[in-house]
C-alpha cells in the first residue's frame, strides 16, 4: 500500500512538472512603444516638448495638465489629436526613477521649449502605413489618432505601437 501511494505522488509530480514545461506566458509590461526612441529600454519617462506632456513607459500611459492639474491617460488630449508621435522628439529622462516627473516640468519647459531637437533619434519601430483605399477625414486615417476616450491596450502591451496615441501630422500650437 505505501508502494501504491509513493508511486502515485511520484505519477502526480511528474505531470506536474510536465503541465508547467508546457505553459509559457509572455508579458510585455512597461515594454517602450513603437514610436519610442531606440537604446533607451529602461527608462521610465519620456518628456514630450511639443505637447508638453509625459509618457509613462511602464504604465503605457500619457501625463499632461488638463485643468491645472496633471493627468495620467492613455491618449494625449485632442487638441493634439494629429501629433505624429513618431516624428515628435522625445526627452528621454534618463535620471529619474520617481512618480511625479512634473515635478520638475517647469524646468523641463523651459530646457526643452516646443520644436526642440537634440541629437538625432530612431524609433524603436516604423510609423504604420497609412494606405486606405476609403480614408476618413480628407484623406488623412485617424487609425492612430488620439480618440478622446480612455481605451484598454492590447496592441502589443503594448508593443506601444502609437494607436489611440494621437499619431498624425504634426500641429503646432
Do not use: C
Given at each position: 500500500m505505501k508502494t501504491l501511494k509513493l508511486g502515485l505522488v511520484g505519477i502526480m509530480l511528474v505531470f506536474a512538472v510536465a503541465s508547467q514545461a508546457q505553459v509559457a506566458v509572455t508579458v510585455n509590461i512597461g515594454a517602450p512603444p513603437m514610436w519610442g526612441p531606440v537604446g533607451y529600454s529602461g527608462v521610465q519617462y519620456y518628456y514630450l516638448p511639443d505637447v508638453q506632456a509625459y509618457y509613462d513607459v511602464p504604465a503605457s500611459m500619457f501625463i499632461y495638465q488638463s485643468g491645472g492639474i496633471w493627468i495620467?491617460?492613455?491618449?494625449?488630449?485632442t487638441r493634439y489629436r494629429n501629433y505624429d508621435l513618431y516624428s515628435g522628439y522625445?526627452?528621454?529622462?534618463?535620471?529619474?526613477?520617481g512618480h511625479t516627473p512634473y515635478?520638475?516640468?517647469?524646468?523641463?519647459?523651459?530646457?526643452?521649449?516646443?520644436?526642440?531637437?537634440?541629437?538625432?533619434?530612431?524609433?524603436?519601430g516604423n510609423k504604420p502605413d497609412h494606405n486606405?483605399?476609403?480614408?476618413?477625414?480628407?484623406?488623412?486615417s485617424n487609425k492612430y489618432k488620439s480618440s478622446g476616450k480612455s481605451e484598454k491596450r492590447n496592441n502589443g502591451k503594448n508593443s506601444g505601437n502609437g494607436?489611440?496615441?494621437g499619431e498624425g501630422n504634426s500641429k503646432k500650437k
Amino acid at each position: 500500500m505505501k508502494t501504491l501511494k509513493l508511486g502515485l505522488v511520484g505519477i502526480m509530480l511528474v505531470f506536474a512538472v510536465a503541465s508547467q514545461a508546457q505553459v509559457a506566458v509572455t508579458v510585455n509590461i512597461g515594454a517602450p512603444p513603437m514610436w519610442g526612441p531606440v537604446g533607451y529600454s529602461g527608462v521610465q519617462y519620456y518628456y514630450l516638448p511639443d505637447v508638453q506632456a509625459y509618457y509613462d513607459v511602464p504604465a503605457s500611459m500619457f501625463i499632461y495638465q488638463s485643468g491645472g492639474i496633471w493627468i495620467h491617460r492613455t491618449y494625449l488630449p485632442t487638441r493634439y489629436r494629429n501629433y505624429d508621435l513618431y516624428s515628435g522628439y522625445k526627452v528621454v529622462l534618463r535620471d529619474y526613477h520617481g512618480h511625479t516627473p512634473y515635478n520638475h516640468y517647469k524646468e523641463h519647459k523651459v530646457k526643452y521649449v516646443k520644436g526642440y531637437r537634440g541629437p538625432a533619434q530612431m524609433n524603436i519601430g516604423n510609423k504604420p502605413d497609412h494606405n486606405y483605399s476609403n480614408p476618413p477625414n480628407q484623406g488623412k486615417s485617424n487609425k492612430y489618432k488620439s480618440s478622446g476616450k480612455s481605451e484598454k491596450r492590447n496592441n502589443g502591451k503594448n508593443s506601444g505601437n502609437g494607436n489611440n496615441h494621437g499619431e498624425g501630422n504634426s500641429k503646432k500650437k
